[in-house]
């Protein structure tokens, strides 16, 4: 089987043209000591609003790896994935973001439920997890409850986990269950439960994304309590540890942060308990690098400069429907947003500036930010006007991906 790294980043990107100087950012890492496997992910919905394919993703992350020569591993994700749209990823990818939060709260029946509470029989009563200093207090009725909760959801990852390995043929892939895309977080009793259920379904995850207490932005920093987040963090991994040891999951499994780019605040305390307690993590950042494309669009001037302005400007007016997929990830000021005549008056490094994450920086805008990123809808209607433009000004679009990936967020994330 497939096994991932201790570290790994999440990269890939909306238009498939930033491989390699994503893959640059990750080699100078590795330059540092720090090993990271880059995962080139996409989800079936960027797919479908930028026209590509799952193959696109593979020979993206083929091409650099062969233009850079690379050496070291590296994945094709297919992200967010259901038994509705796996089919297209089988053959180009070889990890699987298996997504079961649609079926999250559906309860399962009398049988399979009662079989599920007999198998943490072992469990109940006062369960303390090393290093956890509060005992959980686990019966029957807790168990129900999470049952009702998860245990048709982890069904279906069994199900999808074992349409994957057939179809390929092998197991010769890296499984990621995800819950990331709900409405409330997954307390840490709660994972311990849901990886003995992934554990009763035979499914070899290596990476298991929960959904975090706080709201994890698209593009920008968190926003919660980092001290409350820390706490969680830290008990989730030690509740995957042991459960490892408990139910014999893999052993490399560990946490997948998804839109996990640009939470600056958090990555401090994420470095000190995974040094602490000597974990891996997966981190999703792929968002991040369509940003760094307008601004490297915004720098070049010019043609580029006044695509960049466009992209704002119809993203502006289409502020609804475009952020209407993102509700839940998205939280944007509209008071703070420009006017398109403001915009229009604007220089390369004004523009620059207001877009680029550098928490602090007078022209700053988190909620211009936001709106740009879920406006990648409008680039890809641009068509070859838009990827020509990401062509010609490649170099300059090249290195604020770089510098992005690993100035602001690896060097961060791994004290480098
Ligand atoms: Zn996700």
Redesign the pocket.
């Known amino acids: 089987m497939k096994k991932i790294g201790k570290y790994s980043f999440g990269i890939g990107d909306r238009f498939a043209h930033q491989g390699k100087a994503q893959l640059k950012a990750l080699m100078k890492a590795q330059k540092g000591g720090i090993e990271v496997t880059p995962v080139w992910n996409k989800s079936n919905r960027e797919h479908m609003y930028v026209h590509s394919n799952p193959s696109d993703t593979r020979d993206e992350a083929d091409q650099a790896v062969k233009v850079l020569g690379y050496k070291g591993d590296y994945c094709v994700d297919a992200?967010?994935i259901n038994l509705g749209n796996v089919q297209g990823f089988i053959t180009s990818s070889d990890f699987f973001t298996i997504d079961v939060a649609s079926k999250i709260g559906i309860p399962a029946t009398t049988e399979d439920t009662a079989s599920f509470i007999a198998s943490c029989a072992a469990y109940t009563g006062e369960l303390n997890i090393p290093n956890i200093t509060h005992p959980f207090h686990v019966n029957d009725e807790l168990l129900k409850k999470i049952a009702d909760k998860f245990l048709t959801a982890i069904t279906e990852a069994g199900k999808i986990y074992r349409y994957i390995s057939e179809h390929k043929g092998s197991d010769d892939f890296v499984t990621e269950i995800?819950m990331?895309?709900v409405e409330s977080p997954q307390s840490p009793v709660e994972l311990f439960f849901i990886l003995k259920m992934i554990a009763n379904q035979g499914i070899p995850a290596q990476t298991i994304?929960p959904k975090f207490s706080g709201r994890f932005n698209k593009g920008v920093d968190y926003v919660g309590d980092v001290a409350m987040f820390a706490k969680e963090f830290e008990e989730d991994i030690l509740v995957i540890d042991y459960a490892v040891k408990s139910f014999n999951l893999m052993d490399n499994l560990k946490l997948s942060v998804?839109?996990g780019s640009d939470k600056f605040s958090i990555y401090p305390e994420i470095q000190k308990i995974l040094s602490k307690y000597n974990k891996g993590i997966h981190v999703?950042t792929a968002g991040t690098t369509w940003l760094e494309e307008v601004i490297g669009l915004a720098v070049s001037g010019g043609e580029a400069l006044k695509a960049a302005k466009s992209i704002y400007s119809q993203a502006l007016v289409r502020k609804d429907e475009l952020c209407a997929p993102y509700a839940d990830v998205i939280d944007i000021n509209t008071g703070q947003l420009p006017t398109v005549e403001e915009v229009e008056t604007w220089s390369s490094e004004k523009f620059a500036n207001s877009l680029r994450h550098i928490p602090g920086h007078p022209d700053y805008n988190a909620n211009l930010r936001q709106l740009i990123h879920v406006g990648y809808k409008i680039a890809s209607e641009m068509g070859t006007y838009y990827t020509d433009l990401l062509k010609a000004n490649s170099e300059v679009i090249g290195q604020c991906v770089e510098e992005n990936l690993y100035d602001r967020h690896l060097k961060r994330m791994f004290k480098l």
């Open positions: 992200d967010h995800s990331d895309e994304a998804h839109s999703k």
